[in-house]
Structure formats: C-alpha cells, structure tokens
C-alpha cells in the first residue's frame, strides 16, 4: 500500500532519505515520528506488526514526504523482526533510488531537526550506524530469547533443553 506521492524535486533528484520504520504500538508518537519527518527530501517507509490494533496508517497525514505502508506478522527478538527489515529495504529500493536509509522503531523520535540530518549527510559517502543498546539489552537478547520462534514464549532455551 502507498499513499502521497512520489516526491521528486523540481530539479528531478529523487529523495535522498528513506526512513524505514518498524511500528507496533504508541501510535500518538508514531503519529509525531512521521509529522516531524515529513519533508521532501524524505520518504517515508513503515512496517505495521498485522497484530496491532491501535495504529490506523489513514490518519497518518504527510505533506512533502512519500509514505509507504507494509503489514507483517512480527515478533519481537525473533527472525520475523529482521524479515520486517528486509521488507522495508525491499519496498525501499524498488521506489528509489535514495542515498540514505535510516532504520527506526515505532517508539524513536529524531532529536535533531531534518535540515541538520541532511547537512550531516550531505556529499557523504559513508556508512553511519550507531547504537545505543545497554549492556542489559543485550544480555536479554542472548541469553532469554534465543531461538524465539523455534521455543516459543516464556520459556528459555536452557529450560526447553532440560525439560525433556
């Protein structure tokens, strides 16, 4: 599903920014994460988990950016999260070609302005990935939800080992 319209630029460059956004609750915060992107330099790409309930991509309103919608069943540390990812790179590239992919979740909002993201970036080539995951995050992600899809939910894979 796509809504707005491709943006191209009076001097026919294409967006140079895909946002891609993989969302599954807090829609209010969504809903300001795409107002405070909306720019025509962006396009705006978003992952909708099929589960959720609470965000309706009608009432997601962009004035200058392209906005691209995809539904997948996800799970959160399982594969399925990274299939979103691939989804969202898949439906990004075929609407492209932009210079910069940005991944975010549902629940990020930019802290700075998207004139200074674009000065950042500009006549860069570079690869720019930061993270800012504690050391409980990852212990979490390693150790309690290895193999998710495979086990299930609620039981670690310690415990499905021994138990049988």
């Excluded at 300001?32 to 309930?53: A, G, M, Q, W, Y």
């Amino acid at each position: 599903m796509s809504s707005g319209k491709d943006c191209v630029l009076n001097d026919n460059r294409v967006s140079s920014h895909a946002f891609l956004i993989i969302a599954h609750k807090d829609f209010p915060t969504l809903q300001i994460l795409v107002r405070l992107l909306d720019h025509p330099l962006n396009s705006i790409f978003i992952c909708i988990d099929e589960k959720t309930t609470v965000i309706d991509p009608d009432k997601l309103v962009l004035r200058y950016s392209s906005l691209h919608i995809i539904r997948k069943r996800i799970s959160w540390g399982s594969y399925s999260l990274v299939d979103a990812t691939l989804s969202l790179l898949k439906e990004s590239t075929n609407k492209g070609p932009f210079r910069y992919y940005h991944l975010l979740s549902g629940q990020d909002l930019p802290l700075k302005t998207n004139e200074y993201i674009h000065n950042f970036f500009k006549d860069k080539d570079l690869i720019y990935v930061t993270s800012y995951a504690s050391k409980s995050s990852h212990t979490r992600l390693d150790y309690m939800y290895p193999l998710r899809e495979k086990i299930g939910r609620g039981s670690s894979f310690s415990e499905r080992m021994y138990r049988d």
